[in-house]
């Protein structure tokens, strides 16, 4: 995938600069998610100079901005995972692989008139993450039976 972040920090008046870029990449040519500390690692072959603070500045900027992802886990840990589609969707997260699939469904019609009816309120926003076992690992793990 040839992604031009230039144009993408540019559009949203983010400042573009190389440890911007490199976390983009590291995350682009990741097809699992990815905590700050493990961006870190990868970030410290590239750069001489970079603080932890630093990667997990640029990424909140980042998915405050929707360029990236953030996935919460379980343990409460945020990772996070570059996701090309850019229309309305959920993620499925693998919780065993880290493995994160598009889901293109959404509910939110139904939650509004459920808030509405229920609560008399109205939906501003919302956030929905699926987490499980993909088909792979639980045919590994003989999970299927769990379910």
Known sequence: MNTDFSTILRSLNLKITPKRIAILDILMNESSYLSPEEIWTRMKKQFRSVGLPTIYRNLEELSERNIISKVTHPNRQLYYYFCANRSHHHHFV???????????????????????????GKVISHILQVNGYCRNCLNKEGKDNEI
Do not use: G, Q, T, Y
Not at 105 to 110: I, S
């Open 94 to 120: 693998c919780l065993s692989c880290r493995n994160v699939e598009d889901i293109n469904f959404c509910a939110l019609d139904e939650l509004r008139r459920e808030v509405k009816r229920k609560h008399n």
